[in-house]
């Protein structure tokens, strides 16, 4: 998945028959073919939402606030992490969970702590792969209407 199939209106317009209902909620959630590549082009999504506005959405007013059309509320970015002797095999797992996807100097200091790498008597190695990564948005519609856009690694919500 690109940058430019999210980020074009025809997108959401064209692939909404796609989604499936939860039951009980006015919701409905879209599991993706392929999970998105890596950061880097989930944090290239969620910037050409929030900045070209594909969605239409509208800017508004509340008590002596101005809101843009889109606005990220909660953003969560996990990493994961495995720890190997010498041979390689794996004795341990581990994660990290950040508040922003946008900074990464986190995993740096996981795989730099050397307090960290005693403790689990041997080397740490990042697994980009199976990092998650989450932003929900709430976009304010021309009709008048709020609503809550989720996009995580393997799902639109």
């Not at 939860?22 to 999970?35: I, N, Q, T």
């Not at 998105?36 to 989930?42: H, S």
């Not at 509208?58 to 720890?83: C, D, G, L, N, W």
């Not at 932003?135 to 304010?140: D, F, I, T």
């Amino acid at each position: 998945m690109t940058t430019k199939d999210l980020s074009h209106p025809s997108f959401f317009l064209y692939h909404m028959p796609d989604f499936k209902p939860k039951p009980g909620s006015k919701s409905a959630c879209r599991f993706l073919k392929s999970p998105i590549a890596d950061i880097t082009v989930f944090n290239e999504i969620v910037s050409s939402l929030v900045l070209k506005n594909p969605l239409g959405c509208t800017s508004y007013y509340t008590v002596r606030k101005h809101h843009p059309p889109i606005q990220k509320v909660r953003e969560m970015y996990t990493a994961k992490f495995v720890y190997l002797d010498a041979s390689g095999k794996r004795i341990g797992t581990g994660l990290d969970m950040y508040d922003s996807v946008e900074d990464r100097t986190g995993i740096a200091a996981v795989i730099s702590n050397m307090a960290n790498i005693a403790s689990h008597r041997w080397k740490v190695k990042h697994q980009p792969d199976a990092d998650l990564f989450s932003v929900m948005l709430k976009c304010h519609d021309p009709d008048g209407e709020l609503y809550y856009l989720s996009l995580a690694r393997d799902r639109v919500t």
